[in-house]
C-alpha cells in the first residue's frame, strides 16, 4: 500500500495530441497521451517489464494500475523462485540442472505446454532470480523451498515474501522514471487498420475515459482469473464446480481483464480450462496456511480425513492433493509434532497464525493423539494406527499406499499440531498465447503487432497444472523478455 496514492492521475495527462484511430474496429477521434511503451498491471510481471522497457531504450513508459497500490497476486504472494543451480545450492552441494528442471516442470504441467516456453522460462530463471538479487536488491533466505513437483530443493524466498519482491522492484522503476498512475483501469485495447495495437482505452480515478497511446507497444500484465467466479466457471472443465463456495488465495483484482481484452482484438487463448486448485488452505479465509509450511519445507507431515486415514501423498503434486482432498469430502486435516515445528521455528515465526487459527477453531495442539482426534471428532484408534503405518513407511525410506518419494521425516513423539483445511482456486494457467519473444498470437497464428503479454495473463507456459514457484520464475522471465522486445519493436 506504500506508495499507491502518492501519483495522482491529474498529474498525467501532459502531452495531449489528438489522433485518428480504430478502437476496435470503431473510427474516432480521441485526445490522449503519448509513450514509448505501456504495460497494464503493476503486479511483478508488469514491473519487470516496465523496467526492462527502460532499460532497453523506451524514453517514456507509462504503468497502469487499477488498484489504488502495486503488486496484484504477487504482493500476496511468497514470491519463492525456483532456478537450478542457484548459489544455495551450490553452497549446500546439490546437484541439479536445467534439463532435470524443465522435465519437472513440463511433466508436472502434464506435457501440455509448448515444450520451448518451459525451456524458456528454466534456462532464464536463475539469471532472474540474479537480477532481482543483483540489480533490483531483493534480499533472498539463506534457505531453499522445497514444493512438490521438483526432485530437489530448487526455490529461493525473499525476506519479506511478496512485498520483498515486490517493493524493490516499485523502487527501481520509480528511481528510473516510469510514470505510475494508480487507479486507472484499462478497458479495451486501440487497433489501427493495419491491426497493430497502438494503445489502451482506460478508466482513470475520477471515473472518466482516458487514452494512452503507444508508439512502441503495449504490454499486457493483468495477471490470471482465480477471482472472476464467472470466468472460472465458464471455462472449468476438471472440477465438480468452481462457484462462490470455492474460495481463492488470489487478490480481488485477479480478474481476467487482460484476456477479455486481448481475446476481443483477436488473441488466442489456450489452456484456459486448467485452472489450480491450492489443496490446503484456512476454512476461514481461503488462503493458504504459513503454518502448514512443513508440506513444502521438506519435513514431516501427514493428511489425515475425519475417519483418521491418509488419502494422498502430502507432499506430492498439488493437483493430486487437491483432488484427494475433494474426495474425502472437501476437508481434510495437516498434523505434526513438535520436533517438526521446533525445526523450522513455527511457534516464533508464526505466533500470531496460531493464535487466530485457535481462536477461529481451525488449530489445535495437545500431547496426544487422542486429544487432537477429540478436538476434531477425527476416528482417533484409525489415526493411532495411521501415525504408526506412517512412521515405517518414512523409516524404510518407502510409501507403499501413496508413494512419497520426498520429505522423509517420522514423527513419533507429541505434542501434536494439527490444522483444519479446505481447498481454493490458487491459479489460472490459460491465457493469451505468446510466442517465446511474448508476443500475442491471433487467432490464425500469426503475430499481433505491437501486443506483448507476460505473467498469469498468458497461458503458454505451465500447461495443465502450475508446479509451485515456477510462475514467479515465468513472470520475472518473461515480464523482462516482453518490456525489453517492447522498448526495441522485436
Ligand atoms: C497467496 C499466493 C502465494 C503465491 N506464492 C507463489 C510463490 O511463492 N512462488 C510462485 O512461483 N508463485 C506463487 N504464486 C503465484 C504467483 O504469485 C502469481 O502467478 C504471480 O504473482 C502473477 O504475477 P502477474 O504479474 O502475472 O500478476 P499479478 O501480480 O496479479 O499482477 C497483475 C496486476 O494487474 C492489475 N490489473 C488487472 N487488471 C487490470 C486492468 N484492467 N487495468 C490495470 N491493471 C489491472 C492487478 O491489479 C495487478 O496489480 C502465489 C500466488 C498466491 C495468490
Not at 190 to 207: F, K, P, S
Request: charged share 25%; with cysteine; aromatic share 8%.
Amino acid at each position: 500500500m506504500r506508495k499507491g496514492f502518492t501519483k495522482l492521475l491529474s498529474v498525467l495527462l501532459v502531452v495531449g495530441m489528438v489522433l485518428s484511430l480504430t478502437a476496435c474496429g470503431t473510427e474516432e477521434t480521441q485526445t490522449g497521451s503519448s509513450y514509448d511503451v505501456v504495460v497494464v498491471g503493476a503486479g511483478g510481471a508488469g514491473l519487470c517489464a516496465a523496467i526492462e522497457a527502460k532499460v532497453h531504450g523506451a524514453e517514456n513508459v507509462l504503468l497502469i494500475e487499477k488498484m489504488p497500490f502495486a503488486g496484484g497476486n504477487t504482493l500476496l504472494s511468497w514470491a519463492e523462485l525456483a532456478c537450478a543451480g542457484n548459489w544455495l545450492q551450490i553452497e549446500q552441494g546439490i546437484e541439479d540442472s536445467n534439463e532435470q528442471f524443465a522435465k519437472e516442470m513440463w511433466e508436472g504441467g502434464g506435457k501440455v505446454a509448448r515444450k520451448e516456453m518451459v525451456d524458456i522460462v528454466v534456462n532464464n530463471a536463475l539469471d532472474a532470480a540474479l537480477w532481482l538479487r543483483d540489480e533490483i536488491g531483493v534480499v533472498y533466505q539463506d534457505y531453499l523451498v522445497h514444493e512438490g513437483g521438483h526432485s530437489v530443493p530448487r526455490a529461493v524466498e525473499p525476506v519479506d515474501l511478496g512485498p520483498g519482491m515486490i517493493y524493490p522492484l516499485l523502487d527501481k522503476a520509480e528511481e528510473l522514471g516510469v510514470e505510475i498512475l494508480y487507479d486507472t483501469k484499462a478497458e479495451e485495447l486501440l487497433v489501427n487498420d493495419e491491426g497493430r495495437v497502438i494503445g489502451v482505452q482506460a478508466t482513470n480515478q475520477e471515473g472518466e475515459e482516458v487514452t494512452f497511446f503507444a508508439e512502441k507497444g503495449v504490454v499486457l500484465a493483468t495477471g490470471g482469473f482465480g477471482a472472476n467466479v464467472e470466468m472460472r466457471q465458464k471455462y472449468n472443465t476438471r472440477w465438480e464446480t468452481l462457484d462462490e463456495s470455492v474460495q481463492t488465495t488470489n487478490s480481488p483484482a485477479a480478474t481476467g481483464d487482460g484476456i477479455v481484452m486481448a481475446e476481443k482484438i483477436g488473441a488466442q487463448l489456450e489452456n484456459m480450462e486448467h485452472i489450480q486448485l491450492y489443496p490446503f488452505n484456512n476454512p476461514m479465509t481461503g488462503v493458504f496456511y504459513g503454518i502448514e509450511a512443513p508440506s513444502w519445507s521438506g519435513e514431516g507431515i501427514v493428511y489425515v480425513n475425519q475417519d483418521g486415514k491418509r488419502f494422498v501423498n502430502e507432499v506430492g503434486m498439488r493437483d493430486e492433493r487437491a483432488e484427494g482432498i475433494l474426495a474425502q469430502g472437501g476437508v481434510a486435516y495437516a498434523i505434526y509434532n513438535q520436533e517438526v515445528a521446533d525445526r523450522l521455528n513455527l511457534e516464533e515465526i508464526y505466533a500470531d497464525e496460531y493464535a487466530q487459527c485457535l481462536a477461529d477453531g481451525v488449530f489445535y495442539k495437545a500431547d496426544t493423539l487422542e486429544e487432537i482426534a477429540e478436538y476434531f471428532d477425527i476416528n482417533a484408534e484409525n489415526l493411532v494406527e495411521t501415525m504408526e503405518k506412517y512412521n515405517e513407511y518414512m523409516k524404510a525410506g518407502h510409501d507403499p499406499e501413496f508413494g512419497r518419494k520426498t520429505s522423509m521425516v517420522p514423527m513419533e513423539e507429541g505434542p501434536w499440531f494439527i490444522l483444519k483445511g479446505v481447498v481454493s482456486v490458487h491459479h489460472t494457467m490459460g491465457g493469451v498465447m505468446i510466442d517465446t519473444e511474448a508476443r500475442v498470437i491471433n487467432t490464425e497464428g500469426e503475430i499481433i503487432e505491437g501486443l506483448y503479454a507476460a505473467g498469469e495473463v498468458t497461458g503458454s507456459v505451465h500447461g495443465n497444472n502450475r508446479v509451485g514457484t515456477c510462475a514467479i520464475s515465468d513472470i520475472v522471465v518473461f515480464g523482462r523478455i516482453a518490456g525489453k522486445n517492447a522498448a526495441q519493436g522485436i
